[in-house]
């Protein structure tokens, strides 16, 4: 067994020194500091209206379909 210490950033692991090994190694990350997990946003679907959503788009001129994309990345 190896311990290499490191830093997570952004989704990415970055190790604090280089490892060289063979071949696929299967790994156990531990995240040494008190960490609040966050959930992953969602779209809450008893929260959805059609008639609230012909109302807010009833002057939008653009493509509806474009709109509804957008608004959805948001919640991510």
Known sequence: MLSVRGVYEKGEIKL???VAIAKETRVIVT???EIEKQEPKRINI???SFKRSREISKDY???FSDAV???RRSFI
């Open 16 to 18: 604090d020194e280089k």
């Open 31 to 33: 995240f040494l500091e």
């Open 61 to 63: 001129k653009g493509c």
């Open 46 to 48: 008893n929260e959805f």
């Open 69 to 71: 994309i957008e608004e």
